[in-house]
């Protein structure tokens, strides 16, 4: 299920649309709940059903099954994730200041321990969907867009680290920190860790590891 198939299931009859859309928060509320606590392959409709104090008819008028629930989830998250990194990195000019970027995107950045169980499941499943795999390939590559596009409006303005070759390089080696990082927090729990950690990665990724900014520096 895609994301417009997602989406276009709400597009019904302007009277009903502000109740539906209620609902429908309503359920994804709950069913995240759910799915940290129990993993998505042991939630049943009824228990989201439950949670969330609806009917098993209210659930379908919004959603076709748990598949089409469960990626809905997701990508409200990873959208919301998406945005945090591009405003994080929208707010210098031209001139890239690298290491304020970085500890911007570290504080904002969605460092949620349930989510990060949900989004696991989501991975493990998608990984034996071809549908939902390529849904969750876009997703992701959405992050990295963002992550590149503002990378590459500050070469020529700013100094990067030649290792990392082009801005899509740059945005995959980010992407992957970020990841990396998360399946630690898995473990540990440690989000101040976490956070902390990843900002060093990044720092090191996108300069040479210095905390001051490239371009105040000489030689």
Known sequence: ??????????????????????TRANLLRAAFSVFAAKGFGHVSIEEVCEAAGYTRGAFYSNFAGLDELFFALYAERAELIAEQVSSALALDGPDLDVPAAVD??????????????????FLVHAARDPEVSRSLLEHRARLRRAVADRLARARGHTELPGVLGTAEDAAHAVVAAYDGVTVQ????GDVAGARAWLKQLLTALLTDGSTEPAAHRRG
């Not at 299920?1 to 209620?22: E, L, Q, S, Y």
Request: charged share 35%; glycine share 10%.
């Open 1 to 22: 299920m895609t994301v417009d198939g997602v989406a276009g299931r709400a597009a019904t009859g302007r009277r009903v649309t502000g109740r539906r859309a209620r």
């Open 104 to 121: 911007r995107v570290t504080e904002v950045l969605l460092l949620d321990r349930d989510w990060l169980l949900v989004k696991t499941d």
């Open 185 to 188: 927090l898995l473990l540990d």
